[in-house]
């Protein structure tokens, strides 16, 4: 498949290219499974081997779920918690203040609690900071505790734990963050992304932590089962947590490939049953009158159980996530969505802030570096996330509090923040940090923060060069207006769900023509698409006032554009039908 418009910027400042695809694969894929060309080809771009597109389609995990002693530190983490579990044991948690660590906290709760355990859960408000800390343990030492499992955090806190080990603490770490070559002295840190694991099972390096949680929990229930402790009481049903698994791995923005293909689709599918009665009332206070999908995780749940880590409290997720009173879970429920409209007027005042320093000062370095005195610190990540989109260069956000500075990164392919921050911690430019690929968080010195930017600038300008990149949309395939069916929604329904490596497909529209275009809503545009072979198509595209998009789609006249988009489902009151939400905008001479 060729373009006649690659290489040429769309409106929107990009460059249209299309996947790549092995023609004979997707041939293949096409034949043995009896799916469109089209479908096909997706599949095969994404490096789906003709042998895996029926779990990839039908993703389970009877097929994908390896045995978990595959994994380093599984068998003495599980047999240690399955010993705490049998003996009475008091057990404390410590997670993070995301949604990940949330679902992980309240997946090993739930559990523990189901066999008899009242687990004492600690999630740091972010003025703590992230992951363990001192004034953590010396709380559990008071309160009689000294086995202690973090989930979600721990892998690098070396110093926190040598202070725990000195005070007497046994600690699992349950974690999926960028390791070091050194791993921290405590009884067992299970953790995908461990350097001396084998890659026998690459999928499970894409879990997110609330996946190696619930491994975990596999093997756990599994040594209880072998040692007897279910002779005399129910084994719990660990499917029925797949749900909060499912909301954890969307919301951690994890590739959505292999076993966490088969997290989501069955947990969206326990999610549709409404069990958990904190979900229920989140689902029901956000206005989700159909059964939750990838986007209701992503968009609609996940942000309001954040924003109580943002700018809330942060153990209001895990207390939701868990509770089992229905008034209760009403009120929390009110509660996080009163956060999350908070966080969403904090973060505009320094969404706008940040762009006035950036615009307003040449900058040395490709990347978008800001920092601000009065900046929350719950908010700077998607600020950040924003400031990337905005410029397509890595975007470093910092808020100021005293002498220290908290800051969150978010990246552009090409360049690793988990590596840059391990390589800035080890030359003490920061104090501390971690993360993945794409996001990160770091600690440092407010008098470091210069020369902060300098080892982030040359950093970053070494692995892309001094100039921003042109951003790509990667085109899956080209769809002709009158293949713009339901039938065809209903095919691209098998990709799903969609998410980090394994985005919802985007299709050109090619040569159509813009009619009754009109503004509706906070700068939306919603219009009509016709083509000369046939076809008729409802368009949406959002929050293009202020681009070039706006403009030419309401200005149009019936002129003829090339459309990069989504092809979707149309519910609305009743019906049965597709739309297509537009994302670019190429117009044809």
Known sequence: MSFSFENVKSLGGNLWKTAVADDRKAELIS??????????????????????????INPKLQNLLPDPSVMKGM???????????MSGRKIAVIGDYDVDGATSSSVL?????????????????????????????????????????????????FSVFDYAREKG?????????????KLPDVYAVVNPKRLDENNDYPYLKY??????????????????RERGFYQSRPEPNLLEWLDLVALGTVCDVVPLLGLNRAFVRQGLKVMAQRRNIGLRALIDKAAISEAPGAFHLGFVLGPRINACGRVGEAALGNRLLCIKDEFQASLLADKLNEFNDRRKEIEGYVLERAIEMLEGTPQEYPIAFVAGDDWHQGVIGIVA???????NLPAFVMSIE?????????????????????????????????GHTMAAGFSLEKDRIDDFRRFVGEYVQKEIGHEAITPVIEVDGVLDLAAATVEMAGKLDLLEPYGAGNSEPKL??????????????????SCWLSAAGGGGLKAMAFRVADTAIGPALLNSNGDCFNLVGVLRHDNWQGRNSVQFIIEDVMRVE
């Open 31 to 56: 034949q043995r499974y009896e799916l469109p060309p089209l479908i096909a080809r997706i599949i095969a771009s994404r490096g789906i081997a003709p042998d895996e597109v029926g779990s990839f």
């Open 75 to 85: 068998a003495e983490a599980s047999r240690k918690i399955a010993e705490a579990v």
């Open 109 to 157: 709760r739930l559990f523990l609690e189901s066999v008899g355990v009242e687990p004492i859960i600690h999630i740091p408000e972010r003025d703590e900071g992230y992951g363990p800390s001192i004034m953590a343990f010396d709380k559990f030492a008071a309160q009689g505790v000294d086995f202690v499992i973090t989930v979600d955090c721990g892998t690098t806190a």
């Open 169 to 181: 603490f046994e600690i699992i770490v349950l974690d999926h963050h960028e390791a070091e070559a």
């Open 207 to 224: 879990m997110a932590a609330v996946g190696v949680v619930f491994v975990t929990m596999v093997a756990v229930n599994r040594e209880l």
């Open 385 to 391: 996330g924003k400031l990337k989109e905005r410029y």
């Open 402 to 434: 005293d002498d220290e500075v908290k800051g969150s990164a978010r990246s552009i392919p090409g360049v690793d923040l988990g590596a840059l921050i391990i390589a800035a911690k080890e030359k003490g430019v920061i104090t501390k940090g971690g």
């Open 508 to 525: 050109v529209l090619p040569r159509v023509r813009v009619s009754r275009a009109r503004m509706v809503g906070s700068g939306h545009v």
